[in-house]
């Protein structure tokens, strides 16, 4: 799957929404191409930080890099395989980070999990 090229998480809720959106149609509007991004907006900061820990940070870093298997990203991180799973479940539903599964040999099906983008931009306002 192609990564899109950035992807930004922000803390600057419904205002910040509209303000991206008017901006895009101006730009439109104009003639203007859109680069591709992908933006992940909280209502708040401590929204935000809740859903992304130090772990989940460290999570996405080791995704980035390469797609990675449930269990080895579990032995990288020296984590529980389940609490891997409930994070990895948590920055997908954010639409941070996507999973399929592939055959493993013998094994029945293993879940891989992918970045969403190449480079993660986090913007926060206190």
Same mark, same amino acid.
């Given at each position: 799957m =192609? =990564?899109?090229?950035? %992807?930004r998480v922000t803390a600057d809720g419904v205002k910040g929404f509209f303000d991206?959106?008017?901006?895009?149609?101006r730009k439109l509007d104009r003639g203007e191409e859109l680069a591709p991004?992908?933006?992940?907006?909280?209502?708040?900061?401590?929204?935000?930080?809740?859903?992304l820990s130090a772990e989940r940070v460290r999570l996405l870093r080791v995704a980035r890099e390469k797609p990675v298997s449930m269990s080895d990203l579990a032995a990288d991180l020296d984590r529980d395989t389940r609490a891997i799973a409930r994070d990895v479940d948590l920055l997908e539903d954010f639409g941070l980070l996507r999973s399929r599964y592939e055959r493993n040999p013998g094994h029945g099906r293993r879940r891989v999990i992918e970045s969403r983008a190449n480079?993660?931009? %986090?913007?926060?306002?206190?």
């Open positions: =192609k =990564k899109a090229t950035r %992807l991206r959106v008017h901006a895009h149609a991004e992908i933006t992940v907006s909280f209502e708040s900061v401590s929204d935000l930080l809740r859903v480079t993660y931009h %986090l913007v926060a306002t206190i």
